[in-house]
């Protein structure tokens, strides 16, 4: 069965460091993959995907992610981080071709200190 | 713009009474889809629609059922609320092609007492 995995339920890091949100999945065909964004009290925000291609992937809001199917990873990075990057990150893996259903991950809290 | 619109943002409900969730999208998708946020689960699939007329079942479908009247529009309906059931409900658009992003509305908190 398909699955997504953030390992990380918190990351805590100061402004202008680099951060790296983890995220592995489980697919036996060949998998996309998304970021979204949650604000506190707010929707889910979609950032980036790979579908195919280019294995670093570019969105919005400055971030960027590396598709590496040798250990089947897609992690979340950026640097430097920004105080407003504070927020829950959602790794997602469409799991239905044509359905467009997702799988997330539990999500990952970012907190970035001034 | 493209918009997903949810309604009520907030429902308290008893148990055993009957809430509907509502979710209107002007994005012209023929996929949408009704997701449950809950504390260390991430976001799960409840009911989705291919179109008009058509309702599917997801990965948690038991106590909810789903309705696809238009093309804009796609409901949540729990007949007999339970506690169980209390969550954030997100619904959400998308074109139906495996690469594109759906789009998600602000989402409804729902509490059943």
């Known amino acids: 069965a398909q699955s997504v995995d953030q390992p990380d339920a918190h990351v805590t890091l100061s402004e202008g460091a680099s951060l790296e949100l983890r995220c592995s999945y489980s697919y036996s065909a060949a998998p996309y993959l998304f970021w979204y964004v949650q604000y506190p009290g707010q929707s889910l925000q979609f950032l980036l995907k790979?579908?195919?291609?280019?294995?670093v992937v570019k969105g919005t809001k400055g971030f960027e992610a590396e598709f590496r199917k040798s250990n089947s990873s897609f992690n979340l990075k950026k640097s430097p981080a920004h105080w407003s990057d504070s927020a829950k990150y959602f790794c997602a893996l469409n799991t239905g071709a044509n359905t467009g259903k997702l799988t997330f991950g539990h999500g990952t809290i970012l907190r970035v200190h001034p | 713009e493209a918009a997903v619109t949810q309604s009520p943002r907030n429902k308290v409900a008893v148990t055993g009474g009957k809430v509907t969730l509502s979710c209107n999208q002007t994005?012209?998708?023929?996929?949408m889809y009704w997701y449950r946020q809950d504390t260390g689960h991430g976001l799960r699939l409840i009911h989705y629609s291919y179109g008009a007329g058509s309702t599917e079942k997801g990965d948690i479908p038991d106590g909810y059922k789903a309705s696809r009247p238009s093309q804009e529009n796609f409901s949540l309906i729990l007949e007999l609320a339970t506690p169980s059931q209390t969550s954030v409900y997100f619904c959400a658009s998308g074109p139906g092609t495996g690469g594109q992003a759906p789009l998600f509305g602000e989402g409804t908190r729902l509490s059943v007492l």
């Open positions: 994005n012209n998708h023929n996929n």
């Open positions: 790979y579908i195919t291609g280019d294995t």
